[in-house]
Each structure stands twice: as C-alpha cells, then as structure tokens.
C-alpha cells in the first residue's frame, strides 16, 4: 500500500523527469534552426471600425488591418487592432493587433500570426511585434521570430528575424 509521502514524491519525480526531456526536446529543436532575416516593405489599410454596444469601452477603437507585403514576405495579412490614446496628453497612448500573414516567407508558402503590443509616448513608439507560437502553417510551420516595423514618411519598411526547424 502506498503511503501519502511515496506518492507525493512519486508525482514530484515523474514531474522533474517530464521537464528535463522537454527541455532536451528544446534545446535538441533550437540545434536544428538556422537563424534568418527576411526584409522588405508593406502597405497597410487601416480602416475604423463602429463601435459595438455593450462591448468594452467606446475610448478603445476597434480597427481593421489589411496590408500586402514585398520582398522576402510575399502576400497579404489581415486583422484587427485595438487602441487607445490619452484624453490629456495627445500623441500618447497604446495598442494591441493580431493580423494573420498567407503567402511566401524567402520562397517558403504558408501562413503564421503575428501579435503587436505597442505604446507611443508623444515622440517614440515601442512595438513589440513577434510571430505567435505555433501558428506557422504548411513550410512555415514551426516558425518562431520577432517582427520589426520602422516607419519613414508614409512607407513603411519590415525586417523578420525567423527560425524553421530543418526538414
């Protein structure tokens, strides 16, 4: 019969046993990975969307996303954002935007997401933009990155940095 204490420590074993091979399986995953940058320029549509009642704040817009995307990205995202700026303080506030990629990433076909959490405090903006784990479809699957957006006039310029898993 087993004690309380063997079966407490039991549970505590096969716990630890459980997260060592994960993180062999990680750092066997991470040795297969060859690091890339893909670079190139997209334009975007942003287009408002109406309020729906009784759904959070009216101060935070709802808003769409379309953008198509050249060089090493080829293709089109779509998807929505949520923002919001100060009432006092112009040109401050922040957002968040899921948008899904579908087209080519350097001659590879698929799709992944990607996730935005920005702030903007009057004179600097803080993206931080990556690809959402396991959403990379067809030869993108597997794909992890971050995503950098810079703005210069009224074109807007990405650089991807992505790993795939060898195949």
């Given at each position: 019969?087993?004690?309380?204490?063997?079966?407490?420590?039991?549970?505590?074993?096969?716990?630890?046993?459980?997260?060592?091979?994960?993180a062999q399986k990680q750092?066997?995953?991470?040795?297969h990975m060859t690091p890339h940058v893909a670079k190139g320029e997209f334009e975007?549509?942003?287009?408002?969307?109406?309020?729906?009642?009784?759904?959070?704040?009216?101060?935070?817009?709802?808003?769409s996303l379309d953008k198509t995307f050249t060089g090493?990205?080829?293709?089109s995202s779509k998807g929505q954002m949520l923002g919001s700026q100060s009432e006092t303080e112009p040109g401050k506030g922040g957002y968040v935007a899921m948008e899904r990629f579908v087209g080519t990433l350097d001659g590879k076909k698929g799709s992944f997401l990607l996730q935005h959490i920005g702030t903007m405090d009057g004179t600097?903006?803080?993206?931080?933009?990556?690809?959402?784990?396991?959403?990379?479809?067809?030869e993108?699957?597997?794909?992890?990155?971050?995503?950098?957006?810079?703005?210069?006039?009224?074109?807007?310029?990405?650089?991807l940095e992505y790993t795939l898993p060898q195949r």
């Open positions: 019969m087993f004690m309380p204490s063997t079966i407490f420590l039991t549970l505590i074993l096969l716990i630890v046993s459980c997260i060592n091979a994960d750092t066997d995953t991470k040795k975007v549509k942003v287009v408002p969307l109406a309020v729906d009642e009784n759904v959070g704040d009216p101060m935070i817009g709802r808003l090493g990205m080829a293709g600097n903006y803080v993206m931080n933009v990556s690809v959402v784990p396991g959403s990379g479809g067809e993108l699957k597997g794909i992890a990155g971050k995503f950098t957006i810079k703005i210069d006039g009224k074109k807007h310029f990405y650089e």
